[in-house]
T-cell receptor, first 113, second 113 residues
Framework: GENVEQHPSTLSVQEGDSAVIKCTYS??????FPWYKQELGKRPQLIID?????GEKKDQRIAVTLNKTAKHFSLHITETQPEDSAVYFC????????????FGKGTTLSVSS | EAGVAQSPRYKIIEKRQSVAFWCNPI?????LYWYQQILGQGPKLLIQ????????DSQLPKDRFSAERLKGVDSTLKIQPAKLEDSAVYLC???????????FGPGTRLTVL
C-alpha cells in the first residue's frame, strides 16, 4: 500500500523567510496530493492540492510542486507570517473512487517575529 | 454553510470501558470518513462510508471498533472495550463525493486511563 514520508518534522523560520516541506510517496499510481494545515487544537483544513497532470500550482504565498518521476512533492510558503505557524500534513492517494488518503506524520512550522 | 459537527469534544474513560462518538456531516455530503489521529502523527483512516454503505474499513480494528451510518447522514463510531492505545483524537470528515475535498470536524479527544 501507499506510504508517505514527510520532512522535516519541525521547522523554525523568521517572519518573512520562506519555508519548504517535502514529502515522498511510494505508490507510483498515486496522483492526488493535498496539503492540510492544522492549528493547535483545531481541525485540519485543506490549503492546496495538486494532481499529477500538473507540475506546480500556486495560490498567493503558497505553492506546491510535484515530481512524479522521483515520487516527491513539496509545499513552499513564501513571506511567512506568524499566523502560518501550525502543523502541516501532506497526503497522497490514487484519484479513483473510494481510495483512502494516506497522510504524512506532519511538520510543525514555527514562524517567529 | 455549517461544517462537520462532532460530539463529544472530549472524553475520558477507563480501559475496558465503552465509548461512542457522533458525527453529523455537511448537508448533502454523501461520503463520510472516520480518522484516528494519535499525538504527533497524521490522521489514519478507520472507515469510509458512501451514503449508508461501507467503502473501506480495512484499517478498522473490528474486534473492538464498530461504526454505522444507518440513514446515510449521521454516523456513530464505537469502541468496546477501550485500550490505552486508543487514546487519540477521532476526526470525522465528509465530502460531496468519493473523490471530493474532505472537510474535517473538530474531533473528539479520547483519553483512556
Amino acid at each position: 500500500g501507499e506510504n508517505v514520508e514527510q520532512h522535516p518534522s519541525t521547522l523554525s523560520v523568521q517572519e518573512g523567510d520562506s519555508a519548504v516541506i517535502k514529502c515522498t510517496y511510494s505508490d507510483s499510481a498515486s496522483n492526488y496530493f493535498p496539503w492540510y494545515k492544522q492549528e493547535l487544537g483545531k481541525r485540519p483544513q485543506l490549503i492546496i492540492d495538486i494532481r499529477s497532470n500538473v507540475g506546480e500550482k500556486k495560490d498567493q504565498r503558497i505553492a506546491v510542486t510535484l515530481n512524479k518521476t522521483a515520487k516527491h512533492f513539496s509545499l513552499h510558503i513564501t513571506e511567512t507570517q506568524p499566523e502560518d505557524s501550525a502543523v502541516y500534513f501532506c497526503a497522497a492517494r490514487k484519484d479513483q473512487a473510494g481510495t483512502a488518503l494516506i497522510f504524512g506524520k506532519g511538520t510543525t512550522l514555527s514562524v517567529s517575529s | 454553510e455549517a461544517g462537520v459537527a462532532q460530539s463529544p469534544r472530549y472524553k475520558i474513560i477507563e480501559k475496558r470501558q465503552s465509548v461512542a462518538f457522533w458525527c453529523n456531516p455537511i448537508s448533502g455530503h454523501a461520503t463520510l470518513y472516520w480518522y484516528q489521529q494519535i499525538l504527533g502523527q497524521g490522521p489514519k483512516l478507520l472507515i469510509q462510508f458512501q451514503n449508508n454503505g461501507v467503502v473501506d474499513d480495512s484499517q478498522l480494528p473490528k474486534d473492538r471498533f464498530s461504526a454505522e451510518r444507518l440513514k446515510g447522514v449521521d454516523s456513530t463510531l464505537k469502541i468496546q472495550p477501550a485500550k490505552l492505545e486508543d487514546s487519540a483524537v477521532y476526526l470525522c470528515a465528509s465530502s460531496f463525493s468519493l473523490n471530493g475535498e474532505q472537510f474535517f470536524g473538530p474531533g473528539t479527544r479520547l483519553t483512556v486511563l
